[in-house]
């Protein structure tokens, strides 16, 4: 029994691009949870699910804020790969459980994807924000003690 599968010439082909896994999490290790946020809630957007996007927004927000909150009373000799290893983990986690099968069916019908130079650049730009706010926050409460 050969079955062949045929593939509709109406299908279309999306017209925007996604970030994949693989970078999302490569640029989330290296420069912080505001990649995996800023990526995965670009890829809830070209998928017309924006109450998820803005739900992404939320869960990073809140993340980053904890993460700057722990930075000011974790111990000096703390390991640090700590915070890429669970960050990552997660973002893995929820790409896995709600985008999976969203970045399968777009790449099956030949859409495209963002290169990792581009989430490079985010990276830099969430590392920047990331600093800036730590070191803005350590300044102030300098100053008030």
């Known amino acids: 029994m050969n079955e062949t599968i045929e593939k509709s010439v109406f299908e279309e082909i999306p017209t925007e691009k996604i970030y994949s896994q693989n970078t999302i999490l490569r640029g989330t290790f290296f420069a912080g949870p505001l990649v995996a946020g ?27 804020i904890g993460i700057i909150a722990l930075v000011f009373v974790l111990p000096e000799n703390f390991p640090n790969i700590i915070f890429p290893l669970i960050y990552s983990g997660l973002s893995a986690y929820f790409i896995k459980t709600f985008q999976e099968k969203n970045i399968q069916n777009h790449n099956e019908r030949g859409g495209e994807i963002f290169n990792g130079w581009r989430v490079a650049l985010i990276g830099l730009i969430s590392i920047a924000i990331f600093m800036g706010i730590i070191f803005s926050l350590a300044v102030f409460l300098n100053k008030g003690l």
């Not at 809630?41 to 869960?59: G, L, S």
């Open 38 to 64: 800023y990526c995965i809630a670009e890829n809830f957007k070209t998928f017309n699910d924006y109450e998820k996007a803005r739900n992404t927004w939320i869960i990073t927000i809140l993340f980053t």
